[in-house]
């Protein structure tokens, strides 16, 4: 096929469609060669033209095509050594997905073709295979950008007034009653008003969206009949992942995603997009070549000394070599991307610490911290670190630089002991309840940099964490040796289901107990999609291959008394700007106050806890007073924000206990508003006077709001 080319441009990566025609751009500095492939059809075996790229500008290959337009399906040869001794390991027998495309046609089929080597050769991944790939490959798409906004704009929410909500595209709307059947599990489903409203009365203003990056399903899952449901195997970083569109794979899925964020945004909620910029799906030098490793694999990957293996930060096989210049601009091009194309909000960085990562230590100061810090576009959006991953110094809890916010694992795992009657200090209690000072504030950080969390979806499902002291994964078929033996967890008295009434209803009260901490505290909270409905993964902890009933929120059978205790639990945070602070408590007399601390820890006697109390305390048992105003901010006018009062007790211990209300400058009279005993919240209740004894039943919390002064 005779087709007219002109040369092009370097510049924007990728290809662009620019009304008249298509720019295509690659970037690879160790290729001696690359042909362009065109497809006429998702299926096709065979590319119906291929075009040589005669020029280079740099390392970037180019080519200009006038006759080409949105819809054109696509993929690249590459020409250059087979030599993986000295990391290159090009084989132009496969099509390669364009790492710049924006939307990626269908998904891989497993096939021995598209490994470069011959599978069960002698020579292993040294040998080299001469068969075609391009059958089983999912072709690149070229794509429209224009898009019809509505002149939406972000709704910019500050950290202090954020709800975070973790959600599943598929599994958050696929077995939804009241979702039409056509668009279940998809985009189109996630902005559907049915799904919006929900989110809306729950007090959500921000969904953070599992990864919706084109990703692989692994072949060993492939063939044991399971699923990535997880998707943290991303190939595409600027493609919405097609399995979760409802107006087709070949550039719909971008559409349609854009107007599911145009319609949360319509509604005030936040898209927060979980991202995997640590590793591909291309795996170990045992994996396959669909992209980057036949591209260039000594660029885009860390190598090992010995470059036929590739260093492995993330215990997925590979890491993205963020050293690079051309990775981090691919990085920073998808951020980018993101942001002003797709228009979302902010991202969450999976295992972050391997970005920080310059050869072998973890440098919070590192080149790709740096670049994002002075990015005009990228620093202005929410970012959020996973602060950890498998490598050697690779834990970072509150060690990432200021700007950034962190999945303070350090909170729920202190929550978690303390609700589960574990020994554990009151000091770093109230640590974690204050927004974790001792992890944020010395940076000059906030304690909205903590993000507050007792449940993720790595993990148990907070029913789950209280109904199962082990984990139970055998469906995932690793025989109950994958996911976290240590979960901190308890089942109160009975492993799993039980139809005994007393440990059922101590389990409702123990959900209770961990949403009110977690809407309580300083920082900002982070609730898993279901937990407030109870949803179960029946006891798995790392249901990563679980694509099923046993992931997707069960909506017919909701705990409608949690869901309703968890909206006005969400709701009384948002109505009270004392529990949502965005500076640090002091620990001094407020102004015009007297000697009235802006906080303030009591013992149950009453007394005011002392230094031997913090730090030799095991405690389950304390009492804290927060003072409405003493909150030294101002609204965005600049006026005084004054809230209400409150005293928070917290009893982990067993059973009741007798508590004595602080003295009369604290507040002349009390009224009771929650009791997680009771399932009770807002409804105020008695009038209790200063220095009066409560009673606190046993593994409860009890929030008393301040009538006189």
């Not at 309840?433 to 993990?459: C, E, M, V, W």
Request: hydrophobic share 35%; charged share 25%; net charge negative.
């Amino acid at each position: 096929m005779d087709i007219k080319s002109y040369p092009g441009h370097p510049y924007p990566l990728g290809a662009t469609w620019d009304g008249k025609g298509v720019n295509f751009a690659l970037y690879a500095d160790n290729a001696t060669g690359v042909e362009l492939c065109l497809f006429n059809k998702r299926d096709d075996k065979k590319e119906v033209a291929k075009i040589e790229l005669t020029e280079r500008t740099h390392q970037i290959w180019h080519i200009y095509l006038p006759n080409a337009h949105p819809g054109q399906l696509y993929g690249y040869r590459v020409h250059g050594p087979y030599d993986p001794s000295n990391g290159h390991r090009y084989n132009a027998n496969k099509l390669l997905i364009d790492p710049y495309a924006k939307a990626i046609a269908g998904t891989i089929a497993w096939h021995d073709s598209l490994f470069g080597y011959v599978l069960g050769h002698p020579d292993a991944d040294l040998s080299f295979s001469k068969t075609d790939s391009a059958p089983y490959v999912p072709k690149s798409v070229v794509v429209d950008s224009n898009y019809d906004w509505e002149g939406d704009k972000p709704p910019k929410i500050s950290y202090h007034k954020t709800i975070i909500y973790e959600t599943h595209v598929k599994g958050f709307t696929k077995l939804h009653p009241d979702i039409p059947e056509e668009i279940k599990g998809t985009y189109a489903a996630l902005g559907h008003p049915v799904c919006i409203k929900y989110l809306k009365d729950l007090g959500i203003t921000a969904i953070e969206l599992m990864p919706v990056h084109h990703f692989v399903l692994d072949r060993h899952l492939a063939e044991r009949g399971l699923g990535n449901y997880w998707g943290y195997n991303s190939i595409g970083f600027f493609a919405p992942d097609v399995r979760y569109s409802g107006s087709g794979p070949e550039g719909g899925q971008v559409a349609e995603f854009k107007t599911m964020v145009k319609e949360l945004h319509k509604a005030g909620i936040e898209v927060i997009l979980d991202v995997v910029y640590n590793h591909t799906g291309e795996g170990n030098h045992m994996g396959p070549t669909i992209s980057f490793r036949g591209i260039d694999n000594a660029s885009y990957y860390r190598l090992t000394e010995n470059k036929r293996f590739c260093m492995d930060y993330t215990g997925t096989g590979n890491t993205l070599n963020v050293m690079m210049p051309n990775v981090l601009r691919l990085i920073m091009d998808s951020l980018r991307y993101w942001i002003l194309e797709m228009h979302v909000d902010g991202f969450r960085f999976d295992l972050a610490s391997t970005l920080a990562r310059e050869l072998h230590e973890v440098d919070r100061l590192g080149s790709f911290f740096d670049i994002i810090h002075q990015d005009p576009v990228i620093s202005q959006v929410k970012l959020i670190a996973e602060p950890w991953d498998i490598g050697e110094g690779g834990y970072m809890v509150g060690k990432f630089p200021p700007g950034w916010a962190e999945w303070n694992g350090k909170y729920r795992d202190c929550l978690r002991d303390y609700w589960r009657g574990a020994d554990s200090m009151l000091g770093e209690f109230a640590q974690r309840f204050t927004g974790s000072p001792d992890l944020y504030q010395n940076d000059y950080r906030k304690p909205t940099a903590s993000i507050n969390f007792i449940t993720a979806h790595d993990g148990f499902t907070l029913h789950d964490l209280v109904s199962y002291n082990e984990k139970h994964n055998m469906a995932n078929g690793e025989d109950n040796n994958d996911g976290e033996s240590h979960n901190r967890s308890w089942n109160c008295g009975v492993e799993g289901p039980t139809e005994n009434a007393a440990i059922i209803e101590l389990r409702l009260q123990q959900k209770r107990n961990f949403l009110a901490s977690l809407f309580l505290s300083q920082g900002v909270p982070m609730i898993v999609a279901g937990d407030e409905l109870g949803r179960t993964q029946r006891g798995n902890n790392n249901a990563y291959c679980q694509d099923n009933e046993i992931s997707w929120i069960d909506w017919e059978n909701a705990d409608k008394e949690l869901l309703e205790f968890s909206r006005k639990i969400i709701h009384f945070r948002r109505n009270h700007p004392v529990f949502r602070r965005r500076r640090w408590f002091q620990g001094e007399p407020v102004h015009k106050q007297g000697d009235v601390e802006d906080i303030e820890w009591f013992l149950p006697e009453g007394t005011k806890m002392t230094q031997e109390n913090w730090l030799h305390d095991y405690a389950k048992s304390l009492g804290v007073y927060l003072n409405g105003h003493g909150i030294r901010t101002v609204g965005p006018k600049g006026e005084q924000i004054i809230d209400d009062s409150f005293y928070v007790i917290f009893n982990a211990y067993h059973d009741r206990l007798d508590y004595t209300l602080p003295p009369r400058k604290y507040g002349k009279q009390w009224t009771k508003i929650i009791d997680t005993s009771k399932s009770m919240i807002t409804t105020e209740e008695g009038a209790f006077e200063a220095g009066e004894v409560i009673v606190v039943e046993g593994r409860s919390v009890v929030v008393l709001k301040q009538q006189g002064k």
